[in-house]
């Protein structure tokens, strides 16, 4: 099974009046789940059953704890026309840490010829809902970190962000790093978020190193949520309430190609 370990940091801005920014290091993995195997080439990461990290195909690909994995991806790219033979499938996520799973985005990534060609970013709030945001362009040619991709934002993130306004995604995966950036723009209202790290092949000593400095993985991810809720809020931002989610799990971006500043 082929497998990336990127010990990476993700960073957050808050755009508008009301200023707040952070940086924390995060694990994720970045996985071909085509090879059909229980487990990964280090002892300490396994595949749908219990490990100090682990990758659970019912977390990913579909409703929310009720995934399919790597088909979903398949059937939505196949639907849109995407040249499938030509493919490489890759899944960018952050694994389960020991009984600990929560992750704010993951990535399905579709590339031809080494470069990403198309991708869906496979959201989740804390409350339990999910909302999947398809991106490529019309022809599906090479998504290149100039390009910009677009989508409405549709579900509840953030309860002191509205659901209104779009993001805006720049993706960059070469064979050595990878750097994802996401605009989330309301008016003047809204967050800058940035994911990068470099690629480097899983192993027992990354994992164990992993362990070690981020403790508890995706607890650790919804104990600082939970800080930053906490600092927002005696900032004095304003608390909104949790919309419904879309009807629909999955819908369609569109693109343009503009420098990135």
């Not at 026309?81 to 899944?91: C, H, M, R, S, V």
């Not at 960018?92 to 590339?111: D, E, G, K, M, Y």
């Not at 809204?190 to 164990?208: C, D, E, H, K």
Request: hydrophobic share 40%.
């Amino acid at each position: 099974m082929t497998i990336d370990h990127i010990q990476g940091h993700t960073t957050h801005a808050r755009r508008g009046a009301l200023k707040n920014a952070f940086r924390y290091s995060v694990d994720y993995v970045l996985i071909d789940l085509a090879e059909h195997v229980a487990d990964a080439p280090a002892a300490l990461l396994s595949r749908n059953h219990f490990n100090l990290w682990s990758i659970h195909d019912r977390h990913h690909g579909g409703e929310r704890g009720q995934g399919i994995g790597m088909s979903w991806f398949q059937d939505v790219l196949s639907e849109r026309g995407f040249p499938l033979a030509k493919a490489e499938i890759l899944l960018l996520t952050q694994p389960n840490f020991l009984w600990f799973h929560f992750n704010p985005v993951s990535f399905w990534i579709a590339l031809i010829d080494g470069e990403p060609c198309a991708f869906v970013a496979e959201v989740n709030n804390t409350v339990g809902d999910r909302h999947c945001y398809f991106c490529a362009h019309y022809d599906f040619r090479p998504i290149t970190p100039s390009d910009q991709m677009h989508a409405e934002k549709l579900m509840h993130v953030s309860p002191f962000q509205t659901v209104e306004g779009a993001y805006r995604f720049n993706f960059s995966l070469t064979d050595k790093d990878l750097h994802i950036r996401i605009a989330y723009e309301n008016g003047d209202q809204g967050v800058i978020a940035t994911l990068f790290g470099p690629r480097a092949p899983v192993s027992n000593r990354s994992l164990l190193w992993g362990a070690l400095r981020r403790p508890l993985g995706a607890g650790r991810v919804v104990a600082l949520i939970l800080w930053q809720a906490l600092i927002l809020k005696l900032k004095g931002a304003r608390f909104h309430k949790r919309n419904a989610p879309p009807d629909g799990l999955l819908s369609e971006g569109s693109s343009s190609s503009v420098t990135h500043q």
